[in-house]
């Protein structure tokens, strides 16, 4: 049967509507479920458990290789035609072996009864639900994800150190965070005590990894780095306090039943303001913080009477995990301007910290000619000594040199309102970190603005020239895209879950305070950095090389 031939009939074939009526569409929707998917959500009494259960279900089969589930409201009726999708490309970094099938749901509403309002709430219900659920990375592609990370799954053993602790981990969303948080769940912890804080980004497939989290039984919520930053909306702010005393009550929870609560968090949220007006008030027990900016906030802040753990500046993200954050910086900004030419052409860039050097090293090795700027005299010792040109000052570079692209590392703001009158016509501006470009992100200065949609927005400046800020003013490298490739992170993701367990097992006998010495210790004496050699860098494979468990992810 085709769907137009369902529409006005039952499932049996008899005419569901008074002649003249018509059923509406109410929702599209893409995603993937499995086949029983509106069976088990039908079977639910929809909007509200005080109305009467919907009456019936029956499945019929498409001339198309889809099906059509109608259900019975009892004041009319609700089908969701589901049409396979065509092959495309991967919704997911990894490609699986099969590949995960995709539908189209399209929900309509046919009611029976004039101005009967169930249909629409039910078909309301069904699509948030559907939508939700459709989102979520299916089985396979979990357990694709899961063994592209085998430094993880190497240590993502049962530890009795997490037994009686809870988890709020706030991060980008994107596929390593989600091998992370099944890792977590495979060392102890229990899904109900996991909760997941998405920092804001665009990332490309973050309704995919909330969707997962979900589905899996954390609790997961938006707590944007622009509250964090002082750069949020009024809106935003409220937003963020409603999901700040969510949290707290998780804590409590956390508490009440004997439990400890570690914070994995990159920014520093539990160090924001002063500890009354802090968007998580309530005291966790450990933190392992994953950002410079955040150790800032931690250490400025009085009464942090807790361990931290220091990730930050850790080894393994130093001298591994940053050539990869660099690598995925330059390859976006390649991307989101493909006809752009790159050879030959004037860089400027504001920063040559840990990020900020690897990031100008790799376009001079593309053929572009890079200015340095930092305040850190050293620093601009270093890159004068490697062959960049140098300046002390973005206004000293400017005078000097004429770039198309504009790069910022610096965490700060990286140009002042009278440098924006020496940038030239056209430049391109590109902030690897939130704050770089927020004279122009916050509209701080008075500019007229066009958004370039997929790009960024054109900002006229006051002398009438025009710079186009790439991406949302955010880290460019999570805007619509997934950053670091699976196999990228495992190192670092490993680490983490390696200075966790130390830190929850020792934590009633580690000083309050930051700590770094410790976690390059435990995570040497891990074997972590022979796994990674062995696994990924050494010509034969190494015993460390091969995973302990080998199970798949949803086992």
């Not at 993880?152 to 390593?176: G, K, M, P, Q």
């Not at 973050?206 to 938006?222: C, E, N, P, Q």
């Not at 930053?229 to 707290?248: I, M, P």
């Not at 995925?328 to 790159?342: Q, Y």
Request: charged letters at 25%.
């Amino acid at each position: 049967m085709t769907f137009n031939a369902l529409l006005g009939t039952s499932p049996n074939g008899d005419r569901l509507l008074p002649a003249g009526a018509t059923a509406r569409l109410h929702a599209v929707i893409n995603g993937h479920w499995p086949s029983d998917v509106l069976l088990r959500l039908s079977l639910r009494q929809w909007p509200d458990p005080a109305e009467p259960p919907l009456e019936g279900h029956e499945v019929v089969a498409l001339d198309d290789g889809g099906y059509a589930h109608t259900v019975d409201t009892g004041a009319g009726f609700v089908t969701v035609q589901f049409t396979p999708e065509p092959d495309s490309v991967p919704h997911a970094l990894e490609h699986s072996d099969p590949p995960t099938p995709r539908w189209r749901a399209a929900v309509l509403t046919e009611c029976v009864q004039p101005d009967a309002l169930r249909p629409a709430a039910v078909a309301q219900a069904l699509t948030e639900a559907l939508r939700s659920e459709g989102a979520a990375f299916s089985d396979t592609e979990v357990a694709t994800l899961w063994e592209a990370m085998p430094l993880l799954r190497r240590y993502a053993t049962e530890d009795s150190a997490f037994t009686d602790w809870a988890l709020i981990f706030r991060d980008h969303y994107v596929e390593n965070s989600v091998g992370f948080l099944l890792a977590a769940e495979r060392a102890g912890f229990s899904p109900q005590w996991i909760y997941a804080l998405d920092k804001g980004d665009k990332t490309l497939r973050r309704d995919r990894v909330h969707g997962w989290f979900l589905s899996r039984g954390y609790r997961s919520a938006t707590l944007d780095n622009s509250v964090v930053n002082g750069t949020a909306t009024d809106e935003e702010v409220a937003h963020a306090r409603h999901v700040g005393s969510d949290v707290d009550a998780f804590i409590r929870r956390a508490h009440a039943e004997g439990r400890r609560v570690l914070m994995v968090d990159d920014g520093g949220i539990i160090a924001l303001g002063s500890a009354r007006d802090r968007l998580v008030t309530e005291r966790v027990d450990a933190a392992l913080e994953l950002t410079v900016s955040g150790l800032k906030r931690i250490s400025a802040a009085d009464d942090m009477r807790l361990p931290v753990f220091n990730m930050a500046r850790s080894q393994v993200k130093t001298h591994l995990a940053y050539n990869e954050i660099a690598d995925s910086c330059v390859r976006r900004l390649r991307a989101i301007v493909p006809g752009e030419k790159f050879v030959g052409r004037r860089v400027l860039s504001l920063g040559f910290g840990t990020l900020g050097a690897r990031i100008a090293r790799a376009l001079r090795a593309t053929g572009c000619r890079v200015t340095v700027v930092d305040t850190d005299t050293l620093a601009l010792v270093r890159a004068a000594e490697e062959g960049f040109d140098t300046s002390r000052s973005a206004r000293e570079a400017l005078l000097r040199a004429r770039p198309f692209l504009v790069l910022g590392t610096t965490g700060e703001d990286a140009l002042t309102e009278a440098d924006l009158a020496l940038l030239p016509d056209g430049v391109l501006l590109a902030g690897f970190a939130t704050r770089d470009f927020s004279l122009l992100s916050e509209r701080r200065v008075a500019t007229t603005t066009s958004d370039v949609p997929g790009v960024g927005v054109r900002h006229t400046l006051p002398g009438g020239h025009s710079a186009t800020l790439l991406g949302d003013g955010r880290s460019l490298n999570l805007y619509t895209y997934e950053g670091i490739p699976n196999r990228g992170y495992d190192a670092y993701r490993a680490a983490t879950l390696i200075a966790a367990k130390h830190l929850c097992r020792s934590a009633t006998t580690l000083s309050s305070g930051v700590h770094l010495e410790t976690v390059d210790r435990v995570v040497r004496d891990a074997g972590l950095f022979d796994a990674y050699y062995d696994t990924y860098l050494a010509d034969s494979a190494g015993p460390a090389a091969r995973a302990e468990d080998g199970d798949d992810a949803d086992a």
